[in-house]
């Protein structure tokens, strides 16, 4: 009789308390999730990814750009002019007209992806049970699908513009875009597999070993 006390006694101390380390690593993901789909959003509203001699190549326009005399020390710099056009065919580029049209409608998606799938990941800590561990599976998979596609948008810009590219040509906001992909699959990963290491962390209680 009293040994069955004590199991009775014991099962409350088996429910688990919420450990730091997982609310430190789900918040980190969230928090690096938010930062991606800003630079990801800057990156496409801005659009001027390559710099190449006197022309700028964006995802929005292609334009001109004539020199500025007089700069600092002698070095030469560069305005853009107001020959700027939306018709990027006219950049003298195969596939041009068609292919940055897909290109920033893809990266546009992803950043439509990135967001939903952050939505579902802040809801998911806002809720318990089996239905926060589906939206944050699901935020997961929507995160990384954004990866994907920012991936896909970005290849098909260097592609296109591969006989203008350089690594010194790309623009700041080419490299905010690049970053952001990393970081959406970085961070679509370790959502992933943060589920699969919770039951490798040491819990409070040990119901399970009287």
Same mark, same amino acid.
């Given at each position: 009789?009293?040994?069955?006390?004590?199991?009775?006694?014991?099962?409350? +101390?088996?429910?688990?308390?919420?450990?730091?380390?997982?609310?430190? +690593?789900?918040?980190?993901?969230?928090?690096?999730?938010?930062?991606?789909?800003?630079?990801?959003?800057?990156?496409?509203?801005?659009?001027?990814?390559?710099?190449?001699?006197?022309?700028?190549?964006?995802?929005?326009?292609?334009?001109?750009?004539?020199?500025?005399?007089?700069?600092?020390?002698?070095?030469?710099?560069?305005?853009?002019?107001?020959?700027?056009?939306?018709?990027?065919?006219?950049?003298?580029?195969?596939?041009?007209?068609?292919?940055?049209?897909? +290109?920033?409608?893809?990266?546009?998606?992803?950043?439509?992806?990135?967001?939903?799938?952050?939505?579902?990941?802040?809801?998911?800590?806002?809720?318990?049970?089996?239905?926060?561990?589906?939206?944050?599976?699901?935020?997961?998979?929507?995160?990384?699908?954004?990866?994907?596609?920012?991936?896909?948008?970005?290849?098909?810009?260097?592609?296109?513009?591969? /006989?203008?590219?350089?690594?010194?040509?790309?623009?700041?906001?080419?490299? +905010?875009?690049?970053? /952001?992909?990393?970081?959406?699959?970085?961070?679509?990963?370790?959502?992933?597999?943060?589920?699969?290491?919770?039951?490798?962390?040491?819990?409070?209680?040990?119901?399970?070993?009287?």
């Amino acid at each position: 009789m009293t040994a069955i006390q004590i199991r009775v006694g014991a099962v409350p +101390c088996g429910k688990s308390t919420p450990l730091f380390l997982d609310l430190f +690593c789900r918040s980190l993901i969230i928090l690096c999730t938010f930062l991606s789909v800003i630079l990801s959003s800057i990156a496409v509203c801005d659009g001027h990814w390559l710099l190449t001699g006197r022309h700028m190549f964006g995802l929005w326009y292609f334009c001109s750009l004539e020199e500025q005399q007089g700069s600092v020390l002698g070095s030469q710099s560069f305005k853009a002019s107001s020959n700027c056009t939306r018709h990027l065919e006219e950049a003298g580029v195969d596939g041009l007209g068609v292919g940055l049209p897909a +290109c920033r409608s893809v990266i546009a998606l992803a950043v439509v992806s990135a967001i939903f799938g952050l939505e579902l990941l802040v809801m998911s800590q806002a809720s318990e049970g089996r239905d926060s561990s589906q939206r944050w599976t699901f935020g997961a998979r929507l995160v990384l699908l954004a990866g994907v596609m920012a991936a896909g948008g970005i290849a098909t810009f260097v592609l296109l513009l591969g /006989a203008f590219a350089t690594l010194l040509g790309f623009t700041l906001t080419f490299w +905010c875009q690049f970053t /952001a992909t990393f970081l959406f699959f970085l961070n679509g990963m370790a959502a992933r597999h943060i589920q699969h290491i919770e039951p490798l962390l040491p819990f409070s209680g040990h119901s399970d070993k009287l």
